[in-house]
Structure formats: structure tokens, C-alpha cells
Antibody, heavy 121, light 109 residues
Framework: QVQLVESGGGVVQPGRSLRLSCAASGFNFSIYGMHWVRQAPGKGLEWVAVISHAGNGIYYGDSVKGRFTISRDNSKSTLYLQMNSLTVEDTAVYYCAKKPPGTAAAGIDSWGQGTLVTVSS | QTVVTQEPSLTVSPGGTVTLTCASSTGAVTSGNYPNWFQQKPGLAPRALIY???NKHSWTPARFSGSLFGGKAALTLSGVQPEDEAEYYC?????????FGGGTKLTVL
């Protein structure tokens, strides 16, 4: 059974940095691409970033490009999101999500429960 | 910046049929956008329903179906149940990056 557990959220001041983690279990983490998706309070889903299974294929959403970095450690079955130069607009629940296998790999098949990041002075 | 547009809200009666759509600012949605659909209920994480336009996950109820219609991706619910009341999001693929639609709030009334 796929399990994705995010951690690292909290309250941070504007301009500061934060690193989120997502611990994966119940599947072979090293062969699946992974996403980060966020949702501001009362708003819709926003796609943030994706990383290939080997870490050599990475794409970002326009609003985080140049500030956020997605990475992974397959030996620890863990996904990361390094967030720099945070602004109040980055306040959201951040979800870790798994790519499906094979031809369905453009999407998402499993989601974590999310971790809340609040950017506030 | 690519924008993906969904109906903000729709209302359907129990047992009825409703179609939600997903349009792209770049032009017609095609199979190459690999449309995905997700359901989200208040306070919960989203749940995947449809991938690659019209493929169901093993847990997706049979009453949900996906298609392409009129240059848009579409999600049709047939025989709507009260528990289908939720927010629905589409996700489109753009050669690496992805973009979510703004979501459709479906009310079953």
C-alpha cells in the first residue's frame, strides 16, 4: 500500500527558506517519478514540480522557478522540496504525489496528506 | 503562462448526468496533454479518478468516464450519487510541466 508522509512544514518569515520532506513506503520509490503540488487556503490545486525516478528530469511551475528545488534520495525513499525566498503567496498545504507507471506517467496516482507552510512576519 | 479553465460550479440532481470540461489557453486539448481528473472533498487530499483522457484507476467507480469533446477534456458522471459532491480538478501535460485547472465545485441537489 502506497504511503507518502510529508514533513517540514511550519511558520516561516518572508524571505527565509524551508525544506520539505516526503517519506515514501509501500512501493519501489526508486522507479517512480514524483511531484510536489500545493494548495493555498481556500484555493485550487497548483502544480509545483516533478522529478524523474533517477533525478535527471526536472520541471517547475512558473511561480516557483528559480526559487524552489526538487530533489530525491532513492537510498532513503525520500523526496525533498527546498524553498527559498519565500513570500506570503507561498502559503499553502504542500502535497507529495506519485507518478503512475508506464503510459500513465504524465499524471498522478497517489497523494500524501500534505504539510502546511505558512509564510508570515 | 498557460491557463487551464474549468467551470467554477455545476449543480446536478441525484441520479442525473453531468459533464465537466477542461480547456487550455494554448488551443485544443489533445490526447498528448494526457488529461487527468481528480476529486477532492473538504479537508482531504485529492484522489485520482481518470488518466490519459479516459482510463480509470482500479478504484474509480464505473459511473465516472473521461473523453475529449469540442477541443476540451471532459469528465462525465452518470447516475450521480450524493457522495459525488466535491471539487473536481483536471491536470494537463505540456511537455514536462503540468498545469491544473481552477477546479469545478459540483453540488448534488
Amino acid at each position: 500500500q502506497v504511503q507518502l508522509v510529508e514533513s517540514g512544514g511550519g511558520v516561516v518569515q518572508p524571505g527565509r527558506s524551508l525544506r520539505l520532506s516526503c517519506a515514501a513506503s509501500g512501493f519501489n520509490f526508486s522507479i517512480y517519478g514524483m511531484h510536489w503540488v500545493r494548495q493555498a487556503p481556500g484555493k485550487g490545486l497548483e502544480w509545483v514540480a516533478v522529478i524523474s525516478h533517477a533525478g535527471n528530469g526536472i520541471y517547475y511551475g512558473d511561480s516557483v522557478k528559480g526559487r524552489f528545488t526538487i530533489s530525491r534520495d532513492n537510498s532513503k525513499s525520500t523526496l525533498y522540496l527546498q524553498m527559498n525566498s519565500l513570500t506570503v503567496e507561498d502559503t499553502a498545504v504542500y502535497y507529495c504525489a506519485k507518478k503512475p507507471p508506464g503510459t500513465a506517467a504524465a499524471g498522478i496516482d497517489s497523494w500524501g496528506q500534505g504539510t502546511l507552510v505558512t509564510v508570515s512576519s | 503562462q498557460t491557463v487551464v479553465t474549468q467551470e467554477p460550479s455545476l449543480t446536478v440532481s441525484p441520479g442525473g448526468t453531468v459533464t465537466l470540461t477542461c480547456a487550455s489557453s494554448t488551443g485544443a486539448v489533445t490526447s498528448g496533454n494526457y488529461p487527468n481528473w481528480f476529486q477532492q472533498k473538504p479537508g482531504l487530499a485529492p484522489r485520482a479518478l481518470i488518466y490519459n483522457t479516459n482510463n480509470k484507476h482500479s478504484w474509480t467507480p464505473a459511473r465516472f468516464s473521461g473523453s475529449l469533446f469540442g477541443g476540451k477534456a471532459a469528465l462525465t458522471l452518470s447516475g450521480v450519487q450524493p457522495e459525488d459532491e466535491a471539487e473536481y480538478y483536471c491536470l494537463l501535460y505540456y511537455g514536462g510541466a503540468r498545469v491544473f485547472g481552477g477546479g469545478t465545485k459540483l453540488t448534488v441537489l
